[in-house]
């Protein structure tokens, strides 16, 4: 069987592009992506070492997209919370984001973290990488195993989405209501709809 590896590049296109080929347990760490993407095919941009972009070999669990955000949010610390499913804020604005791509035997978890530069309206997490790598290394291991009821309820208690009145853009149209809960698959519940995929903006 082959090993897990830990592969650190100057510059790639996107690690989700090299972690694919890696096997479960492995980490491929970039100081600079020149395509890195996030969640809905969005660009990702960050000047060179500036950020932590990493993307790690996984389990395939049913709730990883949430114990991603969790595992996270947790590695960087009381300040960061998540805004459903797993984009990490500061204060009300985005920090960091993740993009899960599952495959028949293990999914490739990609995270990108602003760490001493972001864009206009974006925050920073002001921490070393190596440090931060390896405490959410720690956490992606914990919480990729972890049992779904354990991943639902730290989502919520780390949630700043729930509770408030948000918009979601969802193909041919939007869906606006309070946030009241996640359900056991990890879908946003607004307005009692289940929704599984769109963006969300909170309104207040």
């Known amino acids: 069987m082959e090993q897990p590896r830990t592969v ?4 790639v296109a996107s690690t989700q592009q090299i972690a694919r080929d890696l096997p479960v ?12 993407r996030g969640r809905l095919d969005r660009r990702w941009e960050a000047p060179p070492g500036t950020a932590l972009l ?13 114990a991603a955000g969790v595992a996270a949010a947790e590695a960087c610390g009381g300040a960061v919370r998540l805004k459903w499913p797993n984009d990490l804020m ?11 791509e599952v495959a028949q035997e293990k999914a490739v978890v990609g995270v990108g973290i602003n760490l001493t530069a972001a864009p206009p309206g974006a925050a920073m997490v002001d921490q070393p990488r190596d440090e931060l790598l390896e405490r959410l290394r720690e956490r992606l291991d914990r919480w990729s195993g972890a049992d779904a009821a354990l991943v639902l309820d730290r989502w919520r208690d780390l949630s700043v989405t729930l509770g408030r009145r948000v918009r979601v853009e969802l193909p041919g149209r939007v ?25 969300v903006i909170h309104l207040r």
């Open 90 to 100: 500061v204060d009300g604005r985005k920090a960091g984001g993740i993009l899960v």
């Open 8 to 11: 650190r590049l100057d510059s």
């Open 25 to 36: 347990g492995s980490v491929v760490v970039a100081d600079h992506q020149s395509a890195g």
């Open 175 to 199: 869906l606006e209501g309070v946030a009241e809960d996640i359900d056991a698959t990890g879908a946003l519940v607004v307005g009692g709809e289940h929704v599984n995929a769109g963006d």
């Open 54 to 66: 990493a993307s790690f070999v996984l389990p395939r669990h049913p709730l990883l997209s949430l």
